[in-house]
């Protein structure tokens, strides 16, 4: 059984930090990342990489976070740091599956940047 455990959300103010964690199990995986969505728009991708690839970030988020993983721990992180309001929104953790080819979400942690 898959599952993908999610931490690290919060609220904080315009140009601060935050640091989101991934931790999987049930499988092996290939592609790891996160993906957000904010209100009334769609799901995005944030930034993510196959497993030994480079990392693949959206242009809103380059130069400001960074995604790591941890393949013996089946852990991505996500250090955001010099946070916009813009940045609100509810992040999800992604994995694909090396065997299957199947995908998995996180449940969501919530990213509030006040301005």
């Known amino acids: 059984q898959v599952q993908l455990v999610e931490s690290g959300g919060g609220l904080v103010q315009a140009g601060g930090s935050l640091r989101l964690s991934c931790a999987a199990s049930?499988?092996?995986?290939?592609?790891m990342g996160w993906y957000r969505q904010a209100p009334g728009k769609q799901r995005e991708l944030v930034a993510a990489n196959a497993r030994g690839g480079a990392t693949n970030y959206a242009e809103s988020v380059k130069g400001r976070f960074t995604m790591s993983r941890d393949n013996a721990k089946n852990t991505v992180y996500l250090q955001m740091n010099s946070l916009k309001p813009e940045d609100t929104a509810v992040y999800y953790c992604y994995t694909k599956a090396m065997w299957t080819g199947n995908d998995y979400w996180g449940q969501g942690t919530q990213v509030t940047v006040s301005s």
């Open positions: 049930g499988s092996i995986f290939n592609v």
